[in-house]
T-cell receptor, first 113, second 115 residues
Framework: DTGVSQDPRHKITKRGQNVTFRCDPISEHNRLYWYRQTLGQGPEFLTYFQNEAQLEKSRLLSDRFSAERPKGSFSTLEIQRTEQGDSAMYLC???????????FGPGTRLTVL | GNSVTQMEGPVTLSEEAFLTINCTYTATGYPSLFWYVQYPGEGLQLLLKATKADDKGSNKGFEATYRKETTSFHLEKGSVQVSDSAVYFCALSDQGGGGSYIPTFGRGTSLIVHP
């Protein structure tokens, strides 16, 4: 088991462009989470999946953000028409079991110019 | 809703000093409690956890006890090392059974340990 992986690790884009990030969770984990983290803050919940079903989305999540987990394995997070305020670290985590211990990937750092 | 409050940093200590990072929480159910650590340029990794009242989580010399009466989960270490310099996050997660599986994280406390 290689843990949670994310791709790319860094992304620089111009305002207005679309970006897509990928997360590969630990294979036996049925829950997958996306978070956003800015400097000096803890992870902010964006959305999560149980298997292929998207069960929760943050009320703060703009309509420009969409996530999928089509086969209950890897997941993608797309941001359309990026804005400078979208610049942040995007973290993916997976889990299983009742206590919901989170296993995090290394993150994708997005910079919007 | 659920919330986690942890002491603001940075906490600056000399090597071998005693560490306490305070964490208190509010939750509607009976959550599991966690401390995660984040080293520069990396994702978060679990440091320790406790799943019910009076449980003590421990790992790498760090300890925290789940105190339901004070809704606290303070992190302690008797003798810190330079390599402990990192950002520490307190977190909770409901245990399902109708509760949400959405974890809640504190803002993080930066620890700086000088030789």
């Amino acid at each position: 088991d290689t843990g949670v992986s994310q791709d790319p690790r860094h992304k620089i884009t111009k305002r207005g462009q679309n970006v897509t990030f990928r997360c590969d969770p630990i294979s036996e984990h049925n829950r997958l989470y996306w978070y956003r983290q800015t400097l000096g803050q803890g992870p902010e919940f964006l959305t999560y999946f149980q298997n292929e079903a998207q069960l929760e989305k943050s009320r703060l999540l703009s309509d420009r953000f969409s996530a999928e987990r089509p086969k209950g394995s890897f997941s993608t997070l797309e941001i359309q028409r990026t804005e400078q305020g979208d610049s942040a670290m995007y973290l993916c985590a997976s889990s299983s079991g009742g206590n919901n211990e989170q296993f995090f990937g290394p993150g994708t750092r997005l910079t919007v110019l | 809703g659920n919330s986690v409050t942890q002491m603001e940093g940075p906490v600056t200590l000399s090597e071998e000093a005693f560490l306490t990072i305070n964490c208190t929480y509010t939750a509607t159910g009976y959550p599991s409690l966690f401390w995660y650590v984040q080293y520069p340029g990396e994702g978060l990794q679990l440091l320790l956890k406790a799943t019910k009242a009076d449980d003590k989580g421990s790992n790498k010399g760090f300890e925290a006890t789940y105190r339901k009466e004070t809704t606290s989960f303070h992190l302690e270490k008797g003798s810190v090392q330079v390599s402990d310099s990192a950002v520490y996050f307190c977190a909770l997660s409901d245990q399902g059974g109708g509760g949400s599986y959405i974890p809640t994280f504190g803002r993080g406390t930066s620890l700086i340990v000088h030789p």
